[in-house]
């Protein structure tokens, strides 16, 4: 027992060595300023710069939809071109889902599952900050395109255009000769290296590193769902991985997989990108499932309704999730029995869904239901995910779905679940967790008010898309004909989204003021359950001043009313701590950064391989090749020099008020 | 692995620190493995579609392979995991000698059975004319073997990492010292997939041997000075850091090791030995 509070390191490799290690240079040590940010472990900081990021792309996306949605607003307008609004929706999807949605997830996995689980920080912390920094890369390279715009001279041949899936053989050079789905097919690349690396490291975390007493059956839900995000995640990533590799194979060595003068098959790409498409939406709205389950208990005063259920069917939904990938496919005329197999498999992944949604309505029966903001978000997530889902529903028959296939009606399908369902839950858990991390409340009234402008102008906006649809028009067209009967609904979804804009800028336009002059918060604003509101809020770099052991599933809620045997507790675990040495803290380190780096300066070359490097119009190099390589030797440099940096580490020792000192170098048993 | 054990016998089965008693190291490669085996049914799913689906003009598998060469190079590579099996054993024991021995032993395996696969897509591309791009069978088959080759290659890698983190004094930096051994294996490695063992198949196959060694001047002299190097690195002098202690490290890479053994039984069955069904 002592050695399991004991546990000192995230890595459960030795403590910090007094002798000197292999190093090229001293370790940093800010943690302030820029070098703080840059080289920081901690998964809060990490957090925040996936948040950050995440949020900036989220509104980067927004503006994207605006301008499709103006484009739409009225018949034959020519308000942008049609390449450029083939660009915007390609973006416009890509960010939403790679750059805002899971990014944004990501940023709760990092906030919330050490402290879920009662550790100091990640499995592997260093690893942690390559996964945010490799991230950065691909949301660069994604995004490079749109300087063409700008400077003509960085002919890129403006963003991706190749709509969020790529088909192929669109993707071919034949039909896409420029470097846009070249940096498609490497940004999306290394979005999904960051997300594997991401997610190994939480299944790690989530499995081993679980305080005394925190059996799987007692884990939070959130955490459950995000330990099966991300075995979704490290299974799915591959299919994807593999068929960019092969797209690019075939855009730049001449390869066959996609081709079908070579005797490729472009069925294949659809394939392989569902079965890492269909997990990929799975991804998306396990974790807000998650926040979604942490609320509502919070905010019913009673715990969440039939807890194993709950988790056991977001496993089941993970495990389905692998099995339906073809109900995007039924019209490619894959044969009666495969379509009738993968019919009813979808028609099985909506009644683990269907558990969930009766759980959470079991868990508001008859509690004592505080309509705060987050649990306003919350409620509205029910709501709206239902109605998604049952569009979704309609699509497992596949006669019907042949009818619905690439019309309005499954954007609007698709975004009931991805914006009334997982960014709903999103905006519930920003605004829940708030006070935690920044230790500010968000004024009530503004924060309903943005509920309010985002509920009415999501549904303003995709309501009428249903009927779109079903009058036959196709996802993706530039503009189209004033008699086809489509004017009205596209007038309303396009003043609905000019409404959901203002909600959304309300939404963040008050979380930065409440970021300067919010109202205080205490360390449990809302009287919750979990471990997170037990330490400070924003929560010192330790997180735990004492390693909890976990004596209920509600861990927090039985803390408060079993305060004496718990002090006893800590004061115990805080002694056997100090007398190994103090709680050990990991070292930052450059290396992570620097492999991004590295990645960064590889892929952007790779992307261009075989192009000349023309620089102010004088031809430096006949191709980018030497580049690529000198990108590809930075990383395996930093590779080596992080494996043998070490994990390092310090020590904090807490005196009785709780303030902390730092030593560094000794060596202790 | 926690220093908090060492006071005892070390548990090489049971990690103190970690909430199910596998050390985090281990729990991480197995993640990955489990990820990796979606990589490569990927890439066997992808090779098997076109296999079956052959476009007119595709290359005749059995045309092409030397079946006896891939048998003898896939044997090495499962004698490869003995030694790998070894080198754990003998860490487990507290030997570094005998671990230093085995690691070099697995990957100098590992480098004959990458030997093997060099001259193999040499002798495809330039005797059988099947290239990447000629033929979907063609890039369906180097795209598989090329990326088990280069997890070989990365497992050959890291055991020489390994290796020449066994010779890290107990004090000093020693950065410099060990770049530079690190080098020389890695030079010593590289000269034997990419030049020796080929060249040794070639003279297996009828190439006079002064005419291998003319042709291969260059780089075989530059590979026996890197091994003259590695075996002056690895005079044994003073106490080093690695022992008993880092057992799971060396059991963490072994799990790879295996691992693409493993997937190369699986190629070895599905892409070549069913060809002569």
Redesign the interface.
Known sequence: MA??I??S???????APA??????FARPTAKTGLVGWLTTVDHKKIGMLYGGFAILFFLIGGIEALLIRTQLLVPNNRFISAQLYNELFTMHGTTMIFLAVMPLNAAFFNLLVPIQVGARDV??PRLNSFSLWVWVVGAILLNVGWISHFVPAWDFGGAPDVGWFGYAPLTSKQFTPDLSTDFWVLGIQLLGLSS?VA???F??TI????APG?TMMRLPVFTWMALVTSFLL??????I???L??VM?DRN?????FEVS????PI?WQH?FW?FGHPEVYILILPPMGYVSEILPTFSRKPLFGYPIVVFSGVAIGFIGFGVWSHHMFTTGMGTIATAAFALATMAIAVPTGVKVFNWIGTLWGGRIVTRVPMMFALGFIWMFMLGGLSGIMHSAAPADAQQQDSYFVIAHFHYVLIGGATFALLAAIHFWFPKFFGRMVPEFWGKLSFWLIFVGFNVTFFPMHFLGLNGMPRRTWTYDANMGWNEGNFFATMGAYLLGVGIFTYFAVLVWSFFKGKVAGNDPWDARTLEWSIPSPPPEHNFAAIPTVHARDAWWYEKTHKEEIAKEKAEHIKAEES?GGIHMPDQSWYPLIAAAGLLIGAYNAAQLKHPVVMFGNQLLSSHIPLAIAGGVILLLAC?LW??EGPGGYHIHLDAEGNATESRGGY?? | MSSHAAAGPIDHHHDHTTATGIPNKKLLWWAFLASDCMFFGTLISTHLVYRLNPPPGNAVPTQVFNIELTSFSTFILLMSSLLMALAVNAIQRGNVKSTRVMLLGTMFFGCIFLGGQVYEFAHFVHAKKMTLSNSIFGSTFYTLTGTHGTHVAIGVLLLGMMYVRTFKPTSGNGLLRNFAHLTAVCVVMGVSFISFVPGMIEVIYGLPLGEFLSHHAVPLSVGVAAFIAVLWFGRTSGTVEFGEQNAGDVEAIGLYWHFVDIVWIIIFTAVYLLEYL
């Open positions: 050695q399991a004991a546990k390191d995230y890595t459960g490799a030795a403590h002798k000197p290690t292999f190093g090229l499995a592997f594997i997610s190994l490291n299944i790690v499995i081993n590193m679980r925190l490290i299974l799915a990533l591959p299919a991985a593999i068929a590799v092969e194979f060595f001449g390869t066959n997989f070579g005797g490729g098959q294949l392989l079965v190994h080596y494996s043998l202790h048993h």
